[in-house]
């Protein structure tokens, strides 16, 4: 049975910091590519990031660049998103699953939620 656990969110001021972490089972980690997926109320999911199977590439959205960085660890089926500069237009519920931009390949988990304010 395949879960997503996200962890990792909370509240914090415009301009912090935070690290969500996904702990991944039920499927072959190693082999899929993840990515990081945000959702605010009204609102379908919109994509964040993505790192290949392997770790040797990322991507983000144009929103996110060059403040949030996606990172892997295989032996320990995790994925982790750090944070930073974060800005009111983060807060959302962030979520991860195996897949990319265009697909996802599992059941969503109960994802973690994000609030950015001062």
């Known amino acids: 049975q395949v879960q997503l656990v996200e962890s990792g969110g909370g509240t914090v001021q415009p301009g912090g910091s935070l690290s969500l972490s996904c702990a991944a089972s039920?499927?072959?980690?190693?082999?899929?590519?993840m990515s990081w997926y945000r959702q605010v109320p009204g609102k379908g999911r919109a994509w964040v990031a993505s790192?290949?199977?392997?770790?040797?590439?990322?991507d983000y959205a144009d929103s996110v660049k060059d403040r949030f960085t996606i990172s892997r660890v295989n032996t320990k089926n995790t994925v982790t998103l750090q944070m930073t500069d974060l800005k009111p237009e983060d807060t959302a519920k962030y979520y991860c699953?195996?897949?990319?931009?265009?697909?996802?390949?599992?059941?969503w988990g109960q994802g973690t939620q994000v609030t950015v304010s001062s």
């Open positions: 699953n195996a897949g990319s931009l265009f697909y996802t390949l599992y059941s």
């Open positions: 039920g499927f072959t980690f190693s082999v899929v590519a």
């Open positions: 790192i290949t199977s392997n770790g040797d590439s990322t």
